[in-house]
């Protein structure tokens, strides 16, 4: 249990990844800025809202990849702007109001985004995924983990391969743990045997979160996410994406543009404190990659199912622009 | 330093992969017999054979993938046959020099597939390896890393990828640390980066060494291997194997008769004697896969390059059948 009470406590546990899934990331950085202007000792609007902006850059940059946080801030902004002339006390609250309203919508997002990805789950099914992307990533239910759990608790058989997500194996300490809590048949494997577990005919379905997505449906995630999903394709497996409208930078017409963050060489080299390679060794440490739109057979957001995806559909399916 | 005076320490050292990589293994397995047979009390030469058989089947049952242990006991077993009438204490010294024969051609074969090898890296090139392949998994210079050694000593330019190579993680740990040694350009990356690294256009071909090859190209590997060559091949990187005869079984039709060793799920759930997933988990650990010689553009072999990989192109290269 990690109590925070002051931002900078909060934009380290995002930076260290203490808190982490992109969702989680979003709620933690409002309620981060929360922390950093509750106690503003600004006595007029623009100072308290001068003061919002920096407090919100700041804790915007802690992670570049997933978009949740700029987004969930933006609100915070936006909110904070309707209460003009109503004075600062009231837009402190207002701040405060609006983190607890995105968290709350998360929650119902969330599960809405369950009910619709388990329709895609068939009795009997085996997904792989990847990562975490489960309650520990989100408000509550989680975005592709949601879906199993839906299923599941739709009395579905559903069995799930977690691949364990090399370098912080977010999957073999938390997918692991989450679907071994709720009951549901989980297999570990290490990220390099997805391609002979897909061969084997194991798994019938590749379902993974987001981080940030492109107009076009070009999908940032967890490093490896690209990998799997041409794996996926090429052994005729429908690759789904599960991610609320929070993840979605419409801004971006493409994957390209998306910020891909490096972390330090210590996450590959060491394992729970412990090195695993020779003192000096260079390492390349991209934390995200991009999966392009035609390589994913659906996105699942709270407002219904992108497939295929395009930039026509994922308009369309948000109901945007 | 590992010194090893019985065969059962042996065998014990091939099964816990002290001693590892697949002409390594055959090496282990020649010498590990004739520690085995060198005091045998068998007085009649029918009594030394059967001896003789008993250790090699023993020592052979310690993995089940690679080929190279059958292949070096057969010959120690062909060569105590080509002594019959001359005695017991002629068959042992013959075994003993059929083991110190195969450690010898091996050196000379390795260095042979480095010639060869080094001729598909062009200067400035950078290479993606998968698991070791060097000094330490042959008797020397290695198979697919020995074509990075002779290419580097050619003068050329060279750079190479360096996968970690879970679950043991062969990469980080022994591939790395050779690299370093020879004083060649080395990025280590995790498995699931192979296909990002891939994209960005930081690599130019893939090679990789091999466990068995069967009579149609089909080749089994480390596990992760496959994926690789998936990705090479939707990247339009060449993608090669190179290894000895010895690991050629042209009894085998395809790679679908290739037996996949499974090993313990600690190797999946611990890292360096830490757990890195919760108790009772699941946990599938094939230890190898096979890749299709279809998505094999070359095998480096001492007689040659076998390139397109086919039955045909493969008993034509190595001369045989």
Redesign the interface.
């Known amino acids: 249990m990690l109590r925070i009470t002051d931002p900078e406590a909060m934009r380290d546990a995002i930076r260290r990844l203490a808190v982490r899934g992109a969702p989680a990331i979003g709620i933690a950085a409002a309620f981060g800025t929360v922390l950093g202007v509750r106690s503003s000792p600004a006595t007029t609007e623009a100072a308290f809202l001068e003061h919002l902006d920096n407090s919100c850059q700041r804790m915007a940059s802690a992670r570049p990849t997933a978009v949740n946080p700029s987004w969930a801030l933006e609100r915070l902004k936006a909110r904070a702007q309707t209460l003009s002339g109503r004075g600062v006390p009231a837009m402190k609250a207002a701040v405060h109001a609006e983190a607890l309203a995105i968290l709350d919508e998360d929650r119902a997002i969330c599960r809405r985004l369950g009910e619709i990805g388990a329709d895609l789950i068939r009795d009997g099914q085996t997904v792989l995924t990847h990562c975490n992307t489960g309650a520990l990533a989100t408000g509550e239910h989680g975005t592709a983990l949601a879906a199993v759990f839906e299923a599941h608790s739709r009395s579905k058989r559903v069995s799930v ?1 977690a ?5 912080l ?1 977010q999957g ?2 938390l997918t ?2 989450e679907l ?1 809590q709720a009951g549901i ?13 897909m ?1 084997e005919g ?1 798994v019938h379905a590749v379902l993974v979160g987001a981080d940030r997505i492109a107009a076009n449906g070009d999908t940032a995630n967890k ?2 996410t ?2 799997l999903a ?2 996926a394709r ?1 052994h005729g497996l429908p690759f789904y994406v599960v991610a609320p409208r929070s993840t979605f930078d419409l801004s971006l017409a493409s994957g390209a543009e998306i910020p891909i963050e490096e972390r330090p060489p210590e996450e ?2 060491c ?2 404190g ?1 090195r ?3 003192h ?7 934390a995200f ?1 991009v999966t392009p739109a035609r390589y994913i057979t659906g996105i699942v957001t709270e407002r219904g199912l992108i497939t295929p995806v395009t930039a026509e559909t994922v308009r369309r399916t948000l109901g945007e622009g």
Chains 1, 2 share one sequence.
């Open positions: 391969y691949t364990e997500t090399r370098p194996l073999a300490r692991t743990w071994l048949d989980v297999t570990l494997i290490c990220d390099g045997m997805a391609a002979q577990v061969k194991r490093i490896g690209y990998g041409l794996l090429e590959v080299t394992v729970g412990q695993i390679a020779p000096g060794i260079k390492v390349y440490a991209p990659d």
